[in-house]
């Protein structure tokens, strides 16, 4: 079955745009986790969607937010970009909810740059 | 506030040999530790867990174990392969779901 896809893979944006990226789970997975993956900081956890409802938030901006589906895919934007923002952002999707009870499978990740 | 440190960020072992990559947490209220693997391009993927519950746990050749009392838990790799050769990454999870994870160990397997 196919995994986690998420699109577009690179992207390059000017300091003070806006961003979205996109999150297609594996087929039946309801939970969606997002994370910024940083040389710095290292991997951080951004938020968690599960059923359309977002339940858990990592320590970052609010310029950082993000959304569910029906569907179960998600996307998440990042308003006003700074060079900082400059990341691989990774999502990751699950059967249920909380990160304890089931094993969360990774996409590639977007890769982006700001200027 | 809450973190996990994770030693050490290099590790080079000779192919066969073992390989130990410890990981120190600061709340004790962390209840559940994964380790995930990343190879290059690819996202992370989930090697090995334990939860607090649990001293030691084994997978083939990957075990993990944990002290709660010193707040530590390692990741040990028995006969090393060159496939062995990643980013290891340990994080631990608190009771509200946060996971935190360390700042990752690059593992080279040398032939």
């Known amino acids: 079955k196919a995994g986690v896809t998420q699109t577009p893979r690179y992207l390059i944006k000017t300091r003070g745009q806006q961003v979205t990226l996109s999150c297609s789970p594996i087929s039946g997975h309801r939970s969606v986790s997002w994370y910024q993956q940083t040389p710095g900081q290292g991997l951080q956890f951004l938020f968690e969607?599960?059923?359309?409802?977002?339940?858990n938030k990592g320590n970052f901006p609010g310029r950082f937010s993000g959304r569910q589906f029906s569907n179960s895919r998600s996307e998440m934007n990042v308003s006003t970009l700074e060079l900082g923002d400059s990341a691989l952002y990774l999502c990751?999707?699950?059967?249920?909810?909380?990160?304890?009870?089931?094993?969360?499978?990774f996409g590639q990740g977007t890769r982006l740059t700001v200027v | 506030g809450e973190n996990v440190e994770q030693h050490p960020s290099t590790l080079s072992v000779q192919e066969g040999d073992s390989a130990v990559i410890k990981c120190t947490y600061s709340?004790?209220?962390?209840?559940?530790f994964p380790w995930y693997k990343q190879e290059l391009g690819k996202g992370p993927q989930l090697i090995i867990d334990i939860r607090s519950n649990v001293g030691e746990k084994k997978d083939q050749r990957i075990a993990v174990t944990l002290n709660k009392t010193a707040k530590h838990f390692s990741l040990h790799i028995t006969e090393t392969q060159p496939e062995d050769s990643a980013v290891y990454f340990c994080?631990?999870?608190?009771?509200?779901?946060?996971?935190?994870f360390g700042k990752g160990t690059r593992l080279h397997i040398l032939p």
């Open positions: 994080a631990a999870v608190n009771r509200d779901d946060k996971i935190i």
């Open positions: 969607y599960f059923s359309e409802t977002q339940r």
């Open positions: 990751a999707s699950s059967l249920k909810r909380s990160v304890s009870n089931t094993e969360a499978f």
């Open positions: 709340d004790s209220a962390s209840n559940y």
